[in-house]
């Protein structure tokens, strides 16, 4: 329960918009995909590559974090790359090859959308549509994935505000879509041995200002794979609904990210230490019914 | 000329891709809108409303800058706003006001495109479109603007490293335009006095890195109509090819960035306080042949 | 047992001098304080008020964090200040008030010293010397702190990259002063809600870096007691090997940052839930031997 | 003349101490130096090395720079350096060779002091006292500034908000010296093409929100020789009151700041660009009666 003198929001003086406010909607939002609930009382972890690279690549992975208890497959189709020589995904293909992963092994997958122009195809083939860090400000899009009829996994931009990021979940809520999940991935600082500055502060930040979901991706956060664990275990302690989490069968064969993913026996390694800091704030990490798979 | 002193470009590490990198192409990059040229030695002054807000603060606006000495017409069909609530912009009504003002004054015009499916529009009725800051990072947007047949004034994000920002213009030149004018407008960093940091060292530096016209953005800049003319001069003594001012006929009445446009009579002495620190450093600002009015 | 694949720092590209430099001691640093050790396995927990206002807020606050199980008690009696018109702390009467806290609790004190001059008279009374957030580039005052025969808290800079607040600790070292704890407090960002960001990936990194231990400030960090056990939980999950922590016995009345202390009651409560969190990692908080006291 | 409509301060919500606010003193504040008049109509040059290295490259630096039109000559006897492994300065040696060069040059000299303990000894030599940007916040220093009878050269904390800077500022007034002259040098930002960022706009919003002059340091602010030129023009067209600039007599031998030092025929150019950059803006710097030297 929390001490009574935590309940004066007046000092932070943010401005929250209507629909993402918590005191439009007293109860959290749970969103639900096909059965997980995300921002209730269960972890959850999404696990998987940052990109589809080929069929063996992504079915390969997918089955190792199924088994060390993922419980959504991610995996880009679609990648926003600094530079347009590097690899930008498989496009349609690696939407199939999610829809495979998908039915080999249960679990429900995320993945990008980039531009208006995909929307439709993209949530033909997934469960939940991300909408990446750069993409925050691009306000056409944010409309499209509140027109779409799938969950929103809606990544805070990088250099962001948290109230900038409640502003443009709100572009996704003012089209009728309440199934949104905030994503703390990292900001941008002067500090430069991490790839952006992991702002864990976000998480209760957030947890008090909306009633949604609010997952961690310390991948991204931290750039680096030993770090991975550490900031996965904190992000669970300061209140994280979820996490994100890169993982590649041989990251060092990775085609981006390489870096920051982790070996699959590492992620095996990482769920059970997760759990331990679940069970110690009075949370567990959800897992499915045998009968789903 | 230059000291020989300054020819160490390897102390600064930037990786800069191919197309866009001086070094791929000796002469500095000229973009032609309509007999004006940007980049050469002639100062270019874009100046207007921050959006086209009807039809009547639109014409008379333009007459105001043009009759200035302004070169090209700026003002925003398409708004990229922070909030889903304030006004977003008139669409295509904005861009025929535009093209309204184009035949009076004579001056061409640039407005900005947010969503790939509005670029075949934009271009219908523009002389050059502007990808704005919040939009760095969008690459199907960027890949359309480099196949339309317009010139792009291309934003830095307001969080882009100078690398990022040039390796985003290279999307553009990779699909075959080469007309890309870069535009320095401020960057986010813990400062709060001022909407943002112009970063005007940005100026010589993107002018060493490439071949391509760099111009300043001073009104988002700073957020603060009186640093207008501060900043402008800097910018020109710095060494930019052009500025983009905001200028609203009735500020106190703008629906967007009212605070930073300038009055119409601030306008004209800016412009004559521009071509002093000009003719300083050898240029001028580029004047109309009567005949094209 | 860390993963074999977390071993190769050659990633981070940090450049770490020789005495702080892990390399160069295999086994961590513990900082031995009246028999308190700080960096080994158990976690470490400061309090008390930021300053030192008058000797009875002292006395109660300290025997309010020391019935709820802290075992240092922190309170500044030169404090630096934004502005020269606010409280400037109570000086060597502040001092005198921290031995007699100390008298009293059993606790050992740790106070600021802000200038060369103070640091001998600062060193009579305290049992850790710290150089605040402020300091961290006072070369001359770190060299003092080297040359005194207290351990020193060594606050990182506001705005210090890693690597450069190592860069620091090395300074107090070279003169040959090796009981140093670091302390993540928060670096300045664009993020505006929040009184600093707090870098909790900066724990795991100066742990990989370096032998000396590690704690974590959150009530600077943030700036708002609500926020503190969300933090606090998180920096141990982290691996910090400890935590500082504002607690006032009547926070309304503070001289300063009230808004980020915490009232005793929720100090009580913090102190359990951290535990949890220590146990769930393997740790422990350190506890008294009854007959200290 | 200065329009009507930039005449409203509120809008930007700072606040701003007693005694460096403008509202307490109508006119603009000249620092008067052995006859030169900082924050007057003129520009003033303040150039030398980084550091006092030896009488040599002192001497012929300071002939150097004199005969090309500085009006005050730099140099650091005492460097607040990152690693305690690099040249920390000369010390009192230093100061002599400073002395030996204003003799021989007629240049009046500043030197920064960093310790509290160094101040009498340092105001004994020289004609100006640094303040450097590391110890913005170091208050007991900024005390003895106040109370020395030498003019200060304040510099902007590389992390300082301009309010934070005024509120440092304050410190020195406030113990009775009004003779301030405050010096933006590059905050830091993400950015890392360059060392810092300058901020130029805080040269007009200083200029407005107090009576204190205003210079500009491009060679920190920057890092590179090659584009001082462009940000000291920049500089003066903002309207600072005077640059200060690093120029080594061989700056590839430089035991500090070797690649933002200039070479001193480039710093002969900068001298004549200056020139005609303010009287653009109807200035002219500061020259020398003949009988002065």
Known sequence: MESKHYNDLSIMGCTVPTRVN??????????NINGIHIGGSEIIVIAGPCAVENREQLLETAKQV??????????????????????QGLGEEGLKYLAEARKETGL???????????????CKYTDIVQIGSRNMHNYPLLKEAGRCKKPVLFKRGMMATVEEYLMAAEYILSEGNQDVILCERGIRTFENCTRFTLDLSAVPLLKRLTHLPVIVDPSHGTGHR???????????AAGADGLMIEVHNKPLDALSDGKQSLYPEDFVQLVKDIEKIAQAIGRKIYHRKPSLV
Chains 1, 2, 3, 4 share one sequence.
């Open 22 to 31: 918590r005191k439009s909607k007293s109860d959290a939002t749970q969103v």
């Open 66 to 87: 199924s088994s060390a208890g993922a419980n959504i497959l991610r995996g880009g189709a679609f990648k926003p790359r600094t530079s347009p020589y590097t690899f």
């Open 108 to 122: 429900p997958v995320v993945t990008e959308a980039m531009d208006t122009r995909q929307m439709d195809m993209v």
């Open 226 to 236: 030993w770090m991975v664990p550490s900031m996965a275990k904190a992000a669970i």
